[in-house]
């Protein structure tokens, strides 16, 4: 019997993907967005969708995502192949760091992006709808030429 990547996973978090983290990775928190398959890049993603490469495969020198890849999640976001819940948590990371400086455009969309998942009531809305994000989208891209 041969097994597949996901048999493999099936086993115990730490036992099958911990080992695999940089040191880096597991420094930075990042254990808990690994959900699946690697990719290209040879990090994990997630399993049943393409989504940015959790690992900032595109970060800049300083270990930050560049814009670029800001720009990615809020794309994959838009697309469905990122959940709003994914988004936030993704961001979350960035944002609630003390110790990194953001020019003013990565700023604003890493701070969109988390609370993207806020909640607007009890029905199950949310607080910035579909057509507030991909106007944040088309605003990003906007603010990135001029």
């Given amino acids: ?16 993907v911990e080992p ?15 959900s699946g398959l690697a990719d290209a890049c040879g990090d994990w993603c997630c399993i049943s969708q393409r989504l940015p490469c959790m690992y900032g495969r595109d970060m800049d ?4 995502p560049t814009l670029d890849e800001i720009e990615e999640h809020f794309v994959a976001l838009v697309e469905g192949r990122l959940t709003r819940d994914e ?8 944002v609630v760091d003390d110790g990194l400086d953001w020019d003013d455009i990565s700023w604003w969309a890493l701070s969109l ?12 809305a949310y607080l910035h709808d579909d057509e ?14 001029t």
């Fill in 132 to 145: 507030q994000v991909r106007a944040w989208l088309a605003e990003l891209r906007k603010r990135r030429t």
């Fill in 61 to 64: 020198a300083s270990g930050r």
């Fill in 113 to 124: 992006l988390h609370g993207i998942d806020l909640p607007a009531d009890k029905g199950g």
């Fill in 87 to 94: 988004a936030d948590r993704w961001a979350a990371r960035w």
């Fill in 20 to 34: 695999m983290l940089s040191q880096r990775q597991r420094d930075l928190g990042l254990c808990g967005e690994v």
């Fill in 1 to 16: 019997m041969t097994l597949t990547d996901r048999d493999r996973l099936s086993g115990t978090f730490s036992e099958v």
